[in-house]
């Protein structure tokens, strides 16, 4: 089973978590999860997780999930993988040369977030952050980046804190901002009811995980908008960053 099937799902579950403890507590149920690994190995096709009543007391509730911003808005998305994989590889450049006292906060360029940094180019920026290192705030901007071999074409700023015992930590600042119309939730919903027939879409629940540039505020757009009255899925939760479920339309 290949690790990336099992993290997607690993997220499904947690966001579908999220939903059957706010549906518990909207309606004195117990609902609940299994892991990740059971939905994989036990797949109930349409149908992404399944909400069981521990008791057996309630029906089951069949879940599709879907992710905004879409894959197609990289820039916008904490689960980048090509964003992990950098932090993840200066940390481990950074290890090699005993580095533990710095913070670093970079900027992507968007070559970078959709196509990743290679790393040979990493290992320079590496060099680069050496040279410029010095106890408290220093930064490095994109003329030095672009004098150093042109770094400033995956790199556009790297801002950096050093403090003794500080340890290290690399941070992307994601800087892209989705519209606060609610076109994204439409998207999603759009997206899901496309792909299956308006049977099983009406007699199943759709949960929307959100990455952290969502907001309350394009919750609070889309359901002034009254367009929740349009969403075919028999009920819709929306999970926010951090791990709020709010509902945009309820089980009747």
Known sequence: MRSVEISKKEREVYFCAVVAR?????????YEVKSATYYLENPEEPFDVVLESRSGTYPPRPIQVVTIPSGQHLELRGDNSNVARF?????????????????????????????????????KLADVVDGARCNGNWEIDDEQLYASDRLS????????????????????TL?????????????????KA????????????????????????????YLASERCATIPFSEAWIVLFGGRAIPLKLRR
Request: charged share 25%; net charge negative; proline share 4%.
């Open 87 to 123: 932090e993840n590889l200066m940390k481990e450049i950074f290890a090699t040369r005993n580095v533990d006292d710095c913070e670093l906060h970079v900027g992507l360029t968007e070559r970078s977030i959709f196509n990743g940094v290679p790393q040979i180019a990493a290992a």
């Open 194 to 221: 496309k792909r299956y027939p308006d049977r099983t879409v009406a007699q199943t629940a759709l949960v929307i995980g959100a990455a952290w540039s969502i907001d309350s505020e394009h919750v609070q757009s």
């Open 22 to 30: 706010a549906i518990n507590e909207r309606e004195d149920s117990d």
């Open 153 to 172: 074409d995956f790199v556009s700023y790297v801002h950096g804190l050093s403090i003794p015992s500080l340890g290290l930590h690399v941070h992307v």
């Open 175 to 191: 800087t892209g901002w989705p519209g606060r119309d609610g076109a994204w939730i439409d998207e999603a919903i759009t997206k």
